[in-house]
């Protein structure tokens, strides 16, 4: 076998594997539009440099048909290779969308490792899908002391509402909470025409549904703009677009320089 040969073998066997995994972590562990939310692109693509391109142009440089050695370099390789796999696997795991959690006026995207799961009540919200994380709603206590005990918890950098348990409901049993607290994209558009084109697209794309509506959801570099429909609003597109920022006046104030005033007269003079 030559090197080509070999090169080309190797990169088939990788792309297969790293094929399965992108499946994987696209459409089950991240599905749309939790990819970008989650920042997942930086470990991905470690996994994809060493897996996909690393391992055969190692081999590529390695292989020679009856080297000594060849099958120990070989093996080397591989064990790079899968160790990058298992590591970049398991991280992206770790990380995945496990709760989406509504809370006033914007979503919360958790892994399970930042929530405290023993704290859950309800069994619903123990119940993790396969493909998606878990919805939510948080809310403040009735209780004026408990009220105080979690802003008192916020200067000493506890967790809020939206990472205890104790305080979230079933998504579906108060989404009329988040409807309400949706706007719709055209709405979105008239307070941010420096990003009307970005809208545009979503509503084009979306042009059979007239119940789109927009919320904050923090991201883990950004903030953006998650598009939901549905009485039950879910998650069915995404804006890269801060809706909290709002675009500087075009239009230029001009200041008109200060007169210069004749002296005061000399009140004994």
């Not at 490792?113 to 939510?136: N, T, V």
Request: proline share 7%; glycine share 6%.
């Amino acid at each position: 076998m030559t090197k080509g040969q070999a090169f080309r073998r190797h990169f088939s066997i990788s792309a297969a594997v790293v094929g399965i995994a992108m499946a994987i972590i696209f459409f089950v562990w991240y599905p749309a539009p939790y990819f970008q939310i989650a920042g997942a692109w930086s470990v991905v693509q470690i996994l994809i440099g060493v897996d996909l391109i690393l391992g055969p142009l190692l081999t590529l440089i390695l292989y020679r048909a009856g080297k000594p050695g060849l099958v120990f370099d070989l093996c080397v390789v591989a064990a790079i290779q899968l160790s990058a796999l298992v590591y970049g696997l398991t991280v992206i795991y770790q990380e995945r969308p496990y709760f989406t959690v509504f809370v006033i006026d914007r979503f919360e995207v958790w892994a399970e490792k930042d929530i405290d799961y023993r704290a859950i009540e309800d069994e619903y919200l123990k119940q993790k899908p396969w493909i998606g994380p878990i919805y939510a709603i948080a809310a403040m206590p009735d209780s004026d002391e408990e009220r105080a005990q979690i802003m008192e918890g916020l200067f000493e950098g506890k967790p809020d509402i939206d990472r205890l348990p104790r305080y979230w409901s079933p998504y579906q049993a108060h989404a009329e909470i988040v409807v309400a607290r949706g706007i719709s994209l055209e709405e979105l558009k008239a307070t941010r025409p420096d990003a009307a084109e970005k809208i545009d697209t979503v509503i084009n794309a979306h042009r059979d549904t007239t119940d789109l509506i927009g919320l904050p959801v923090m991201g883990k570099e950004d903030v953006y703009v998650l598009v939901l429909e549905g009485a039950i609003p879910m998650p069915v597109d995404l804006i890269k677009l801060n809706p909290w920022l709002r675009p500087a006046p075009e239009d230029d104030v001009s200041i008109e320089p200060a007169k210069a005033q004749a002296p005061a007269e000399d009140a004994s003079g």
